[in-house]
């Protein structure tokens, strides 16, 4: 059975940084792309990075420069580092891995709040 646990999540002062984990189990997950979305009350889910098996990443307009993803695949574990934390980042925080025809998983959310 896939599972993926998010952690690192809270409250953090407007341009503080915050440090996401999720961990995926199940299955061996290196050949999947993983990546991290988020979903802001009254708005849709969207993308903020991806990160491929062979390293190359994808991230949205909005956080570049500020958010780095990472992947160990020795522990199916993706990170996402944020940085310059804004109110506007303030959403709950999905975990995804995506193997295409080999299933696409999610995570339970974990809430970000940028707030003083």
């Known amino acids: 059975q896939v599972q993926l646990v998010e952690s690192g999540g809270g409250l953090v002062q407007p341009g503080g940084s915050l440090r996401l984990s999720c961990v995926a189990s199940g299955r061996d997950f290196r050949n999947y792309v993983m990546g991290w979305y988020r979903q802001a009350p009254g708005n849709e889910r969207e993308l903020v990075a991806i990160?491929?098996?062979?390293?190359?990443?994808n991230f949205a307009e909005s956080v570049k420069g500020r958010f780095t993803i990472s992947r160990d695949n020795a522990k199916n574990t993706v990170y996402l580092q944020m940085n310059s934390l804004k109110p506007e980042d303030t959403a709950v925080y999905y975990c995804?891995?995506?193997?295409?025809?080999?299933?696409?998983?999610w995570g339970q959310g974990t809430q970000v709040t940028v707030s003083s």
């Open positions: 990160i491929t098996r062979s390293g190359g990443r």
């Open positions: 995804n891995v995506d193997g295409g025809f080999r299933g696409k998983y």
